[in-house]
């Protein structure tokens, strides 16, 4: 295997989705959109999680809102790391 390595993430998918490389490593929101939104037939691309790891979303809020930031805040906190120790509405009581 040889390692390509490209100026812009959009030159390396271009090379990916164009048949110039045989994969590619992205994080996999933006392999879901970038498949969804470039790839010709998205169908003929599966996107392969390594690992675990945690990609969390940013979530905006209005800038002076401090009371709803703070509720944001705290709870995307709470549920990464409910979802980190295995913890779901499925099972939160026995957990508790």
């Known amino acids: ?28 929101t933006a392999a879901a959109g970038q498949r969804a939104a470039v790839a010709k037939n998205p169908d003929d691309y599966d996107i392969i999680k390594a690992g675990k790891a945690a990609e969390p979303n940013g979530v905006a809020v209005a800038r002076g809102d401090d009371q709803l930031f703070d509720v944001v805040r705290w709870t995307m906190n709470a549920l ?17």
């Open 1 to 28: 295997m040889k390692k390509v390595y490209y100026d812009s993430t959009v030159q390396a998918r271009d090379a990916f989705f164009g048949g110039r490389c045989d994969s590619y490593v992205t994080d996999g």
């Open 80 to 96: 990464f790391w409910a979802e980190a120790n295995g913890i779901t509405s499925q099972n939160i009581d026995e957990k508790l």
